[in-house]
């Protein structure tokens, strides 16, 4: 058991440090977060920084390891976060790395990498969210297009995607995982609309996606006509790796923040609240340890995520979960006034136990994958 | 960084693990709870022979050689097959007292205002010893336990060690349920079936692997604050999970004979061993303000 880094991997972290101690600052400002096409260029514009130079694909190419190193350092470093490029750079993406052609890898890849493509995710569908098998959007063959029809709900960024990885049925008849296909469809094709949703905390996050006769070809299927089900499975347990880095980090500076708002507020002088802030403490530090025991593992079984993945997302959405409702202890009557810190974070936590497979369908994973429990119902 | 069991510690565990199995397993246990109180001398000087208690002590010494890590696994064990007797603080004593490597010695030591086996111990270590001890009637039949009017602080390592020792509780809490939801039959399937009995197995793991990571991480570090953190989310991991361990096993946990209940009373032993789960809070919410290194 070791917990200190290489000296490659301590250089990797220091030219890191540098190269965002010099890029940071050249940033353009931030766009609210209403302005979708702003948000676009802006999380696009950070990944063409990245791709200049030279971190474009950590994401992919580089070690357990180096992208743990890599997430911590953007994070503390008050980086942008991957934002619009999320599914592009961590869905479709390697999807596409692991199951596409040679063409497609080369159409659709150096895009997502250079910053110039958006990707969104067609899963889930207002009659197909835990049970995702169970999604009825249909792709009926024409010559060489499908023409696809139906509903998918939770679609993050629509607005501005270029691209959207669609999961479609393909055969009705049979078994309901394996009549799924995996298409890449482009988002100006005729007979798609996007409808904003707008979330608990106020902010339009996600999207309803309607498709009337949509024509995709072919030739955009990744992997084998209804093989999609394995396909996917690729993409999500790629999401349960890494994915939670940077977000652990910043939950150790909020609390870090939060304990020195309550010192100066006075709440600090409550024993009850200064043990919660202490659980709390434990509660992250225990979660970082969990990720670098979990990088590790991926590092000895070659990069494929170990089932820790479902273990560390229960404990940590809910972790965070509590990490807001201390800062409102901490805030007191001021947690209800949005323009204080952590009252937004407060209310966004709430979909962590949700996205991503809930709390209790990350149960039914651990019961039945990890201790092998008999499968339930 | 690897932040794995090396090939090394894989096999000193199952070394332990095999030791254990051998001269402690399900008969020596009921026998141990039979003969409350006593402690199995010659078991001690195995325990010894095998470095249990040397481990950490240079070989130039007469010791193991080995660290933290390498006890805490060890630690781990014992926690997982509730071997009796004051292993923390003979533990700590090698080197110190004479005979304790070797198991010759058994030394307790003054906790936070108890004393664990005092009447089988040769050394009774802290200041003042055991004055006044006064004996009670120890909830957990496989720690006699004796009110001493003064606490001591107890040593990180200690915490420590008594956080692997819940780790290991934990583990085997977590298991012993998983084995009874498989076999178990209810409404015509293992009760394992049901999501009811499966979240409660589920929570059992996370809470086990998540305590995992902090215990062994402290290991490596020594660092105070992860201590803190081994010792609060072990302690949550061993009680809880043994709470939930008995809940699955319905009337047959509620049994003197079922071996959960040994877990439990021994879990709620170790969270007053280490002095009280408040300090370690309290400890880690000052850690928020220091400086970050």
């Not at chain 1, 225990?286 to 993945?309: C, D, H, M």
């Not at chain 1, 407060?346 to 994973?365: F, H, K």
């Not at chain 2, 409660?200 to 290991?219: G, K, S």
Request: hydrophobic residues 45%.
């Amino acid at each position: 058991m070791d917990l200190t880094y290489t000296p490659e991997e301590e250089e990797f972290r220091a030219r890191l440090r540098d190269w965002l101690a010099k890029a940071l600052p050249t940033l353009p400002p931030k766009p609210s977060p209403d302005d979708w096409p702003g948000r676009r260029a802006y999380d696009l514009g950070w990944q063409r920084m990245l791709h200049d130079a030279g971190y474009g694909e950590v994401h992919w190419d580089a070690s357990p390891t180096t992208r743990l190193i890599f997430l911590e350092e953007t994070e503390k470093a008050g980086a942008p976060y991957v934002g619009a490029c999320f599914v592009g750079l961590l869905h479709a993406g390697p999807t596409i790395a692991a199951e596409g052609t040679a063409e497609q890898r080369e159409r659709w890849l150096p895009p997502i990498l250079r910053g110039d493509e958006v990707w969104c995710q067609g899963f889930s569908e207002p009659d197909a969210g835990s049970d995702l098998a169970a999604l009825r959007t249909r792709a009926r063959r024409d010559g060489d297009h499908y023409v696809v029809t139906g509903s998918k709900i939770w679609t993050s960024h629509a607005e501005v995607a270029d691209w959207c990885e669609l999961l479609v049925r393909t055969d009705p008849d049979a078994p309901k995982h394996r009549g799924i296909s995996w298409l890449a469809m482009p988002m100006d094709a005729p007979g798609i609309t996007v409808r904003p949703l707008k979330t608990l905390a106020g902010s339009a996050e996600f999207a309803e996606m309607f498709l009337d006769e949509v024509r995709v070809p072919v030739a955009n299927r990744v992997g084998d006509e209804n093989d999609g089900w394995r396909v996917t499975m690729v993409t999500l347990s790629f999401e349960r790796g890494t994915a939670f880095v940077g977000e652990v980090v910043a939950c150790r500076r909020a609390l870090r923040e939060l304990a020195v708002e309550a010192r100066r507020n006075g709440r600090w002088d409550d024993p009850a609240l200064r043990r919660r802030l202490g659980r709390l403490n434990a509660e992250f530090r225990a979660l970082w340890r969990l990720t670098q025991w979990n990088v590790s593992e991926a590092e000895q079984t070659g990069g494929v995520p170990g089932v820790g993945g479902s273990v560390f997302k229960l404990r940590y959405s809910h972790a965070r979960q509590e990490l807001y409702d201390a800062a409102a202890d901490v805030l007191g009557p001021q947690s209800l006034d949005l323009d204080r810190p952590w009252v937004l974070d407060r209310l966004s936590s709430l979909s962590y136990t949700i996205a991503a497979g809930t709390s209790q369908i990350q149960r039914n994973i651990v019961a039945e994958r990890i201790l092998g429990l008999p499968k339930g119902r | 960084m690897r932040f794995q069991l090396t090939e090394d510690q894989v096999a000193l565990r199952a070394g332990v693990r095999e030791m254990l199995t051998r001269r402690f397993g399900p008969q020596a246990l009921r026998a141990a709870v039979e003969e409350s109180g006593r402690l199995d001398r010659a078991l001690w000087r195995e325990l010894g022979a095998a470095g249990f208690f040397a481990l950490r002590l240079p070989e130039a010494r007469g010791g193991v050689g080995l660290g933290l890590p390498e006890a805490v696994l060890a630690f781990e064990e014992a926690g997982r097959a509730l071997l009796p007797g004051p292993l923390v603080a003979t533990h700590l004593a090698a080197g110190a007292v004479p005979g304790a490597a070797t198991g010759e010695t058994v030394v307790t030591a003054v906790g936070n205002g108890l004393v664990e086996w005092l009447a089988q111990a040769d050394v009774v270590r802290g200041d003042g010893g055991a004055a006044g001890a006064v004996p009670l009637r120890s909830v957990d039949p496989l720690t006699p336990l004796h009110r001493v009017p003064t606490g001591m602080g107890v040593p990180s390592v200690a915490v420590l060690l008594t956080a692997a020792e819940q780790l290991g509780s934990a583990t085997r809490a977590c298991e012993l349920a998983v084995q009874h939801a498989r076999a178990r039959e209810q409404f015509g399937r293992p009760i394992g079936a049901f999501q009811a009995v499966q979240h409660l197995c589920a929570e059992m793991l996370v809470r086990t692997e998540t305590a995992r990571a902090a215990v062994y991480a402290a290991a490596v570090t020594a660092d105070p604050a992860d201590i803190d953190t081994a010792r609060l989310l072990a302690d949550e991991a061993a009680v809880r999970g043994a709470r939930d361990c008995l809940q699955v096993h319905g009337g047959m946990g509620f049994t003197w004979e079922f071996e959960v209940h040994l877990h439990l009373k021994r879990a709620w032993v170790r969270t007053h061993r280490v002095g009280p789960a408040t300090e370690s809070e309290e400890n880690l919410a000052a850690e928020l303000l220091a400086d970050p290194a």
